[in-house]
């Protein structure tokens, strides 16, 4: 069985910083893509960053140059160190991660996300 846990979120001031943690586990294979997605209330899960084995990353534009993503691939963890937070990065911040449980076989997981919520 494999797990995908989060870990990292709260409560912190608007321009102060955290650091999101997430860590597979389980029987895996291996891990491709990882990322993190956000949802705030009443909208729609967005994408806020990814990154493939290699560590070639992707942002979407509101982060880019405040959140940086990065992984550890003998831990199958990644990280996202978020600053210069603003009172709109208020949301659920959920962890994805393509895992091969088998050679052969490939799947998605989700983390049950962990909080974030900017404010003075």
């Known amino acids: 069985q494999v797990q995908v846990v989060e870990s990292g979120g709260g409560l912190v001031q608007p321009g102060g910083s955290l650091r999101l943690s997430c860590a597979a586990s389980?029987?895996?294979?291996?891990?491709?893509?990882m990322g993190w997605y956000r949802q705030a209330p009443g909208k729609q899960r967005e994408l806020v960053a990814t990154i493939s084995r290699r560590s070639d990353t992707n942002y979407a534009d509101f982060v880019k140059g405040r959140f940086t993503i990065s992984r550890d691939n003998a831990k199958n963890t990644v990280y996202l160190q978020m600053n210069s937070l603003k009172p709109e990065d208020t949301a659920v911040y959920y962890c994805h991660a393509e895992i091969w449980p088998a050679p052969s076989r490939k799947a998605d997981y989700w983390g049950r996300g962990t909080q974030v919520t900017v404010s003075s």
């Open positions: 389980g029987s895996i294979f291996s891990v491709s893509a």
